[in-house]
């Protein structure tokens, strides 16, 4: 867990005690180290490592100083950096003098919410089905600093906690996160933090008409579910945020090769971002009112599934026609997009795993984003500065006309590959119509193939803090 302290015994306390150094910064407390050490040469440079271990003077497990380099001026990255050296230190109860790391940013509040963030989103760990597995340790992490920062501690923490549980939900296999059991995790975190919930099954689905959600679904033996929570605490300004919640994608009847059907326990990435954001929000009570909506299903092969040629009539009444059954995502989000209109929806944002166009347009690192509404991205992307989550925008209106490219029914679901992520963003678009949406790509952005600066390989957790910091 994470404290708040405002003083520490330096002599008598037996904690690792963790310091940044700058080159001519003294501490008045270890200065007589500090000076002994700096004849080192990279003693100070950022990054560098520097344990002591304290014999007469002083109890402290060991001194950790960590150089902060020269810079003038330092970035969210640098923090990060930082920060997940400082996580990889933890081994024992430590102190973190918050006070020595203030070149990294001024704002002690701000720098205390963004360590206690990092360092809790590296050391996560998903290892249940680990027969030898080593359980994260529960060690003291102290923030010291002479104001109270405590709210700080609290807020960064939540953000990485919510965060790290989307993680936890992507990285379930696909055996141990149907959408039954989806559902069931939706319904116990509104149970746990008094959100409306409504959960509906496949006669209820039928009976709203989603047609399109319910074709992908036709091939599985697991129910389709449709998950919506609602979050109340605003002026009734509702912003609906829509996941992706496809808990496997075989890619149906056109099917994926085997290298590409790996990994597709992840289809539903977008899901947990959304379910993390708002348990983001109600941790944080923030006084905005919130819906999550996600059309939670299977896209598997069966004699009943569904086949290029098919034609599905959406809950809008409109038509598509079906051309590749592995563009099944957009499927799912139409009539998500729909319901979510219906309840109200003032804006909307959905969040997907859609495309392996964004990952050859954008790569690993950037998500894509696609709107109809330049200021509400514009807002969307101040928010991601502040959380480090980088998002690109790429065109939807140029794409929206071959989408309507059917002799026999409304649209199509697959105009080429020729723009592959714009086209699938453009179907959602015509879907959204006139309400403000934004449409976030995370392909490529939503699992890691190795360890990164904030975490393991696995799931990443993409959008949760950007989602949420929209509404602080």
Request: glycine share 6%; proline share 2%; hydrophobic share 35%.
């Amino acid at each position: 867990m994470y404290n708040y302290i405002s003083s520490v015994n330096i002599k008598e306390d037996t904690r690792v005690f963790i310091v940044g150094v700058k080159d001519n910064q003294e501490d008045e407390h270890l200065s007589t180290i500090i000076k002994r050490l700096s004849l080192k040469e990279d003693f100070t440079s950022f990054g560098e490592i520097t344990p002591f271990y304290p014999l007469n003077d002083f109890n402290f497990n060991r001194i950790v100083f960590i150089g902060l380099g020269d810079k003038e001026k330092y970035d969210l990255t640098d923090i990060q950096k930082i920060a997940s050296k400082i996580a990889k230190e933890i081994d024992h109860d430590v102190v973190i003098d918050l006070a020595s790391f203030l070149s990294l940013n001024s704002d002690a509040h701000y720098l205390a919410e963004k360590l206690v963030e990092t360092i809790e989103l590296v050391n996560y760990k998903f290892n249940n089905y680990k027969t030898n597995k080593k359980d994260n340790n529960d060690y003291q992490v102290n923030i010291y600093y002479k104001d109270d920062i405590s709210k700080a501690i609290n807020s960064g923490y939540i953000n990485a906690d919510s965060t790290n549980h989307a993680r936890n939900l992507v990285n379930e296999p696909r055996n141990k996160m149907t959408p039954s059991i989806l559902a069931k995790y939706a319904e116990d975190l509104a149970h746990k933090y008094n959100l409306g919930c409504k959960i509906y099954n496949k006669e209820e689905i039928e009976k709203l008409g989603m047609g399109a959600f319910l074709a992908v679904n036709k091939g599985s033996k697991e129910e389709a579910k449709l998950i919506h929570l609602q979050y109340r605490n605003g002026n009734g300004n509702i912003t609906t945020l829509i996941g992706k919640g496809l808990t496997y994608d075989s890619g149906g009847y056109c099917i994926k090769p085997k290298d590409g059907m790996a990994g597709m326990k992840t289809d539903m990435a977008g899901a947990a971002s959304v379910l993390g954001a708002i348990e983001l929000i109600a941790r944080k009570k923030l006084t905005v009112d919130v819906d999550v909506v996600i059309a939670a299903t299977e896209n598997l092969i069966s004699n009943e599934a569904v086949v290029p040629d098919d034609i599905v009539t959406t809950m809008s009444g409109k038509t598509i026609e079906i051309l590749n059954t592995d563009a099944e995502g957009r499927l799912t989000l139409v009539d998500a997009v729909t319901f979510a209109k219906t309840h109200n929806a003032q804006r909307i944002i959905d969040v997907a795993t859609l495309t392996g166009g964004v990952v050859t347009a954008l790569g690993k690192e950037i998500t894509g984003a696609f709107t109809n509404n330049k200021a509400f991205l514009d807002e969307f992307k101040e928010k991601a500065q502040y959380t480090g989550e980088s998002i690109w925008e790429l065109p939807v209106d140029p794409f929206r006309e071959r989408c309507k490219k059917s002799t026999v029914a409304d649209y199509n679901n697959s105009p080429g590959r020729d723009g592959h992520a714009s086209f699938g963003a453009a179907l959602i678009a015509e879907f959204a119509e006139d309400t403000p949406w934004i449409h976030l790509d995370i392909a490529g952005t939503s699992d890691k193939n190795s360890d990164y600066l904030l975490g393991p390989e696995g799931a990443t957790g993409v959008m949760v803090r950007t989602l949420a910091r929209l509404f602080e």
